[in-house]
């Protein structure tokens, strides 16, 4: 088993920036990759971007290419997502997630943990 426990949602202004952190402990040896989804109320968990621990290899939803930016740090099993240029329809609960599928993960059903998630939201 892995946990997953993210930190870092808060309220900000549409233009501003976040940066969303997830820490990974236990099992993480067994999983290939980490990645981030949201979830806005009424809609579907949609992803966001993920990477993969060995390599670093990044995919992202058209959505939020060239303002957020996935990263892992090895030695502290810690993934972050940073949001730049935030608008109002990024506002979610934001998941990490972890993978023990080798490959381009971007369904939330390929992936086996979850955290508990965190709020973040955009004000006009």
């Known amino acids: 088993q892995a946990q997953l426990v993210e930190s870092g949602g808060g309220l900000v202004q549409a233009g501003g920036s976040l940066r969303l952190s997830c820490a990974a402990s236990g099992r993480t040896v067994s999983t290939y990759g980490m990645g981030w989804f949201r979830q806005a109320p009424g809609n579907e968990r949609e992803f966001v971007a993920r990477?993969?621990?060995?390599?670093?290899?990044?995919s992202y939803a058209d959505s939020v290419k060239g303002r957020f930016t996935i990263s892992r740090d090895n030695a502290k099993n810690m993934v972050y997502l940073q949001m730049n240029s935030l608008k109002p329809e990024d506002t979610a609960v934001y998941y990490c997630a972890a993978t023990t599928m080798v490959g381009t993960r971007t369904s939330s059903n390929e992936y086996n943990y979850w955290g508990q998630g965190t709020q973040v939201t955009v004000s006009s």
């Open positions: 990477i993969s621990w060995i390599l670093g290899l990044t």
